[in-house]
């Protein structure tokens, strides 16, 4: 592979209402620590390298801001820049020095053709502390799920601008990867943009276990799982986060060796599956499966908007 390519999965960035209540969820049930913040923004790590894994910014609409993504080198971040700006892509901004408190680094962003913010850098700042102790707690971002329109221009801006590579491809949905690990990103075919779900990793079966109770504890029930999907093999939890957002925790995902790997088709998945938990066991809850559109993001949204518009009108 091209060294102009993107090479991992850094974080994820949303918009929230309340900043302090999303803090203290994703802190004491979730499992993260806060790291840096400064005017309604919150960086939170995990325990791995990573400066930080999910920025939260408090604003009047919440919703999916950015997914973060990491490249080689400055050279790396100026070539993918001249790729996407070549290719037509929608750049919000163009490689720059970024701010110390995020981790500095260079990079720039670009939209996906469906208008979903990515932003791609090297050189930020990483932690030489992590501890890998208690398994309950997230070690990395794993992945993140996109809900589509298109599926196959999706595809074709993450594999032709960015360097990904397919996978996995089920009737549902395409799981593509920017390194070894199985997938960073997948695709599903849906009505439009959203964030379908992100998820953290945690080191084993035990540490899953571990955190689910710990959601349980602060009031969260599994709303999938415990089970172990088809492509990627990973074991997998799903919850829904205080905002809707839906967060998953996963472990043992696979790696792919590159010089044997075959790319896995709907009608192989099809024939090998009966469904997406490999144990047959775990179903997605009728509330999981609503939140995974984004259903409860729009109509917070539009609760909050109602109740502005009262105010103002008395
Ligand atoms: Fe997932």
Redo the contacts with the bound molecule.
Sequence with gaps: MSNIRVNGLRGVELAVHDLKETADFYSNAWGLTAVSGDNGVLYMRAAGKEHHVLAIHERPRAGFLAANFAAADRASVDGLHAKAKAMGCEIVSAPMDLPAIAGGGYGFSVKTPEGQMLNISSDVATHGDGDFRDHSRPQKLS?V?FNVADLDSQERFFTEVLGFRLTDSTARMNFIRCSSYHHSVALARAQGPSLN?M?YEVSNFDGLMRGAGRMKKHGYKIGWGVGRHGPGNNL?SYFIEPNGFVT?Y?AEVDTIDEATHVVGTPDYWGKMMNGPDRYGLADPSPELREAMTGKFIDERNKRCEEIIAQKLAS
């Design positions: 992945h799920v779900h998820a997998f998953e996963t």
